[in-house]
């Protein structure tokens, strides 16, 4: 009995021996010519009519006392320039959202996210970051507390909390350990090293 199913060796058989054109070099045929016709109507767009590059404009930025003149595209956060364009990464990219304070910096002397601002916002801003805190070779107060009372396990969300501390004893929330609690709360540690992190903001707020 003859096979005439589809997609058989029997099938393809007796599409080669009609000598004709089955159905799958057709599709293939039909198919190669409509890529063409549309890679030939992609090239022959006039330039105007395609979408422009992205411009960019001259940011001056003082970074950790160091002053900078950038040509950026005026759509990158500050997080990004800080650590792709000026290779500062101690700042870091946590949700990039603006809802784990590891990207804490501070302009201008107060704290912000700086996943959630762009850096052509900021043109002639001071900021610091967690690498401009050493003096000398000596660490920062806070950095010193976080040491001593063990406020960091993986490190990751440290220098965002360490920034936001600094912030928080400069503003004046550090009186107490539910205070540090409230106005930290912005600065998510996954490990949980909670305690030694509010500890070290109330030492070091006392000897500030």
């Known amino acids: 009995m003859k096979n005439d199913e589809p997609f058989t060796d029997g ?19 039909v198919g190669g010519v409509a890529s063409l016709a549309v890679a030939s109507e992609v090239a022959a767009q006039p330039i105007s009519d ?26 990158r956060s500050l ?11 101690g700042t870091k990219k946590g949700c990039n959202q603006g809802a784990c304070g590891a990207c804490t910096v501070l302009l201008n002397g107060r704290r912000i996210v700086s996943c959630l601002t762009l850096a052509a916002m900021h043109d002639g801003a001071e900021i610091k970051t967690i690498e401009g805190l050493e003096t000398n070779g000596e660490l920062h107060p806070l950095q010193s507390a976080f040491v001593e009372h063990d406020g960091l396990q993986c490190g990751f969300c440290t220098p965002g ?24 709360s912005g600065n998510i540690c996954r490990c949980g090293a909670y305690p030694g992190i509010v ?7 006392k000897r500030a």
């Open 161 to 184: 909390q360490i920034m936001s501390g600094i912030g928080c004893i400069a503003e004046g929330h550090a009186g107490s350990p539910d205070e540090i609690r409230f106005w930290m």
């Open 11 to 29: 099938a393809v058989e007796t599409e080669q021996r009609r000598g004709g054109l089955s159905r799958r070099s057709v599709l293939l045929t």
């Open 79 to 89: 997080l990004d320039v800080l650590r792709e364009t000026l290779d500062l990464t």
């Open 199 to 205: 500890a070290a903001v109330a030492d070091a707020a």
């Open 50 to 75: 395609r979408p422009p590059a992205a411009s960019t404009g001259r940011v001056r930025l003082v970074v950790n006392g160091r002053q900078h003149e950038l040509d950026l595209d005026p759509r």
